[in-house]
């Protein structure tokens, strides 16, 4: 069965970091892209930022570029994204998702987790 659970969100004070985890079990996720989304409620989910099965490949949106860092452990079998100088509009739920394809496109990811909130206060 496939499953993604996200983990590390929480509470920060704007300026602050966060540190998400996505587990991953039920495929061979060596082989697939992995990918962040985030959602505010009222609005479209967001691209966040994308890693290659290898971790050879990875883009962010314009919005985290230099601040957010995407990484992967696939002996843990383990996504991470990294997040500094988070400020409020960085709040939303964040989602992970795994891919077959290189993509920032929603409707390319087959699989989800549940989500973790991040609320940044400022």
């Known amino acids: 069965q496939v499953s993604l659970v996200e983990s590390g969100g929480g509470l920060v004070q704007a300026g602050g970091s966060l540190r998400l985890s996505c587990a991953a079990s039920g495929r061979t996720w060596s082989s697939y892209g992995m990918g962040w989304f985030r959602q505010v409620p009222g609005k479209e989910r967001e691209f966040v930022a994308h890693?290659?099965?290898?971790?050879?490949?990875?883009f962010y949106a314009d919005s985290v570029k230099g601040r957010f860092t995407i990484s992967r452990d696939n002996a843990k079998n383990t996504v991470y994204l990294q997040m500094n100088s988070l400020n409020t509009e960085d709040t939303a739920v964040y989602y992970c998702a795994g891919s077959k394809y290189t993509s920032r496109r929603d409707e390319d990811y087959d699989s989800w987790g549940q989500g973790t909130q991040v609320t940044v206060s400022s």
């Open positions: 890693i290659s099965g290898s971790g050879s490949i990875i």
